[in-house]
């Protein structure tokens, strides 16, 4: 069987480093190993006016700007083909039949809807489409047949209701027209869900407590030098503890061996540095500003590449544009077949 994958992010704003270790990193891993037939980036701008539908403007000028940060963090246009959602009307015609699939219980099931919801706070206004997320992210997925879904253990029920929606159709209408994706879970677990900067949440848009990979030198320094860390290590000469530590975690994300030689050669390893710390004698201070070297060379490559970038935005519209078209073909390929299963590609009736 061919090896399709499919993945994306809602365009809310601009890409920071949580999106970078819990799924850039993982797509730059299979764009580069190659070992796939098509591969598939979705700028879902239709899925982010669930929630947005009184902010056009923010969700249309962030197309974009993700776009921008896919391109400067590595994603290669050749090898991927990044579209907008909105720009596949396929998809909402797909959708529509399956909504027809779809009780309203099972959909009030989804735990990662309900999630979702507690997060947003909608009260007794929840918009219809937000509800029907997961059925919109079950055509975005089978439309393109594809089979190799990377996600977090967040999203795990939502290609479970993925695969019971193509086993519902399949079986209504008597034939295998659509495939079963399957989950893609990351290998590297501690980077799935990082933490924002202020310690209490995930790395939010909406939360403010992220240093995006577009930000400036200035701008990294001081999200990271007012970092959360232990608020009981106020002196100095105080033990710290490191589990908790935003500093912490993200050293032990980015940090690698060779950093101590540059930035700190008085520690081998981040271990030692560790060991110090829970001691005391080593200050917050201290521990930050190596971190903050360490993003520096991290971030400053992506940052370069995209002002070069930002130089020829037409560019950009462009592959966007030519992407989706050849999207769109795709998922009119899929929805053809399976109207013809449904009986209702009347058009053929004239032919």
């Not at 929630?51 to 923010?58: E, L, S």
């Not at 009030?108 to 979702?116: D, I, S, W």
């Not at 159709?169 to 290998?187: D, H, M, Q, R």
């Not at 101590?260 to 710390?277: G, M, Q, V």
Request: charge should be neutral; charged fraction near 25%.
């Amino acid at each position: 069987m061919k090896k399709i994958i499919l993945t994306g992010d809602r365009p809310t704003g601009n890409l920071h480093i949580g999106h970078y270790v819990g799924s850039i990193a993982n797509r730059l891993k299979l764009q580069n190993e190659g070992d796939f037939d098509k591969f598939y980036i979705m700028i879902a701008d239709t899925q982010a006016l669930t929630d947005n539908a009184n902010k056009v403007d923010k969700v249309k000028n962030n197309i974009v700007q993700v776009a921008l940060d896919y391109l400067a963090a590595g994603i290669d246009p050749k090898k991927v083909n990044i579209f907008i959602q909105s720009q596949v009307p396929e998809l909402a015609e797909i959708m529509m039949y399956f909504m027809n699939l779809v009780t309203v219980s099972r959909v009030n099931r989804n735990p990662t809807v309900k999630e979702e919801l507690k997060q947003r706070d909608f009260s007794n206004s929840i918009p219809v489409g937000f509800m029907c997320y997961p059925i919109s992210q079950a055509a975005d997925i089978l439309a393109f047949n594809a089979n190799c879904i990377p996600v977090g253990d967040d999203q795990l029920p939502m290609i479970e209701q993925a695969r019971e929606i193509a086993k519902s159709f399949n079986n209504t209408y008597g034939k295998e027209i659509l495939v079963y994706p399957e989950a893609l879970l990351s290998n590297n677990k501690a980077c799935v869900r990082l933490v924002g900067t202020d310690g209490k949440i995930k790395m939010s848009k909406s939360a403010g407590n992220c240093i995006y990979l577009k930000d400036e030198p200035e701008e990294i320094k001081q999200k990271i030098m007012n970092a959360y860390t232990d608020p009981n290590h106020i002196k100095v000469s105080d033990p710290g503890k490191v589990e908790g530590n935003v500093v912490f975690t993200y050293l032990d994300v980015f940090c690698k061996e060779e950093h101590f030689a540059r930035f700190l050669p008085e520690y081998k390893n981040l271990d030692e540095l560790k060991a110090h710390y829970k001691k005391g004698g080593l200050g917050d201070v201290k521990i930050k500003l190596f971190l903050n070297e360490i993003m520096q060379e991290f971030l400053r490559p992506i940052r370069e590449r995209r002002k070069e970038l930002e130089k020829n935005i037409d560019e950009i519209y462009k592959m966007l544009f030519e992407n989706s078209k050849k999207a769109s073909e795709v998922a009119h390929g899929t929805l053809e077949k399976m109207k013809d299963a449904m009986g209702i590609n009347y058009h053929k009736f004239l032919s």
